[in-house]
């Protein structure tokens, strides 16, 4: 059921539980119904089980050790049922709707107002109305690719503000979406929203353009069609405005391009270390982001001490963190659970395949991806726990002291590595093996587990109120969740390129010769340049560009894009969209190699997951069929076929 759109104690002035139209024609309830829009973004990002649905199933994630059917059946491998009963599939379209309704009342009441009384100083800001322009499109942009075609009329007409609770829907058609809100909304985004951020984390006539320039590249894709995948509702995959799919590609690569050469305040930062380093948040690499704050629990939107494991707080990395805490040393835990980057909570839900190292970040000496991507050492800290002790006896019954590392993940796998035939005194409890002359337990990537991998260092808490102790370790993350980064441009012109579009170089900061090749190779040289090592806890002073620009193929194909997107954003929620708009995730997540679930487990096995056509859409929640007062046949229909 469509409901109108709602706020949660945005305001303190003035808080309200409803919108209502008399309230949009006030500046005040304008900026409330803004406000509400940024608030709705923590939601979906940073909540784990969006994230889930985002990132399980994939090449970068399958289900962890204590993972519920929350997380085995969105693996596409029958570890659980997937149907449209399915929780994680259910958020998006259970979130944004009210939000995309807000906007409506936005758009409508406050242009209403200005249009009589125009001259007046009652009139309300342009720019500030045209920000909900940006979050109904951002919206319906992540609805058409989830669910393909949805409702443009919740209740009230097309894109108009609906008050009242109906039981009825209509979904319109993939090319309706786009042409009628998606691309008008964000052109006049991009006419009326500021170069300059009106708020820290506001949108920009920039941010605007990226992501009109993603979604003519997703929808030039949805026109071609390359592997005949089906789309609902059923519809002729032609543009109501006859162009082709050539001229979405050309318009993707012309405002990626444009908007590179034209940065505003945005840009790379010096190195991948500082675009993810929790002390460097909110930098101006990251262009659209889900906010949170440590210093307020009423505007970080969840408690600072302890974690409600729903939206709005941000527990996403949880996740990925497997249970570290388990490790020992001298029977005692040596790894205490701690909010740092490098540790955080561990929930076990998720796991990163073989595969994740062994193929997409098997450069990890020049690259500084990998490390600025995962925590693969595990450094001692008991005494943040309240451990007295100087030192502890560890791996080969050598003495380690705080600082030194506990378990290492290597690199490579090394022939001279021991690991345990069953569990006993003296030897690692979580199954690491040992090498000869080191006092910290190892783990080479064969075998990583559905229980022990290395953890999610880029997305894991930061924060300066943890003292000397253990902080809030439980507590979500303050940290703001990054949805959009500038360096996707980068990516968007590269694909658009290799998809047809005619090249030309761009000038400015990040100048280059406009080819795929050259624009990845922007994000390649600054992949090979270091300032910090995770792994060694050290300052590293590096700059391998060169070698990683060697190192790039002299043709880029989509495969090659794929693999430095996912070594760019892994774990960032962006890898379903980018298989689902390629049509390439058969081909590159079908089958995954990992360990099992339980404590030495190092057997490899080869899982297949079946990814029908029918998967690259989403089903309609059951919950939203079932509240509709249609026809069992008109229920029928609603529903994307197969499901």
Known sequence: MFLMGCSSDLLNENPRNIFTPDYFKTQAGVQGGVTALYYNLRNLYGQAYYYNACET????????ASADGNFTAMDYSNAATFDASTSPISILWSTVFSNINTANGIIENALLVNETKKGTSDTISGSLITEANFFRAFDYFLLVQKYGGVPLDLGAGNLKFNTSAVRISVRNTVPEVYTKCIFPDLLTSISKLPVTQR????????????????????????LQNPNKIPTYPLCDRTDPNGKDATWYFQQAYNLATSTIANPGTYGLQATYYDVNVGSNDRNNEVMLYADHTQSSAQYNGGSLSSGSAAAPDNFASWMLTWNYPNIRSSNVSSVVRVSTQDLGRPWVRMAPPIDVFTNTFAEKTNDSRYDGTFTTVYHANWPMGGNTSTSLVNANNMSIVPGDPVLSFLSTDDPSIVYPTALAAGISNVGAGTMPGRADYVVGPSAISRIIYPGIWKLGPYRTDNGTGTGNPNAGSTRPFPIDKF???????????????????????????????????????RAGKWKYSNAQNAAVTADNSAAMVAATPATININYILAERSREYYGEGYRIFDLRRTQTWADVAGTYRICGKDIGDRNIKTVTRTILPKHYLDPIPQGQIDGMDMTATEKAAYQNPGY
């Open 57 to 64: 199933g994939t090449d970068e994630a399958t289900w962890g």
């Open 199 to 222: 708020l820290t984390g506001t949108v920009t006539k920039q941010v605007a353009q990226l992501i009109l320039a993603k979604a003519y590249l997703t929808y030039g894709w949805w």
């Open 487 to 525: 360096s996707e441009l980068f990516f968007i012109a590269a694909e658009a390129a290799v998809k047809g579009a005619t090249t030309t170089a761009v000038t400015g900061t990040y100048a280059n010769d406009g080819t795929a090749r050259g624009l990845i190779n922007v994000i390649r040289a």
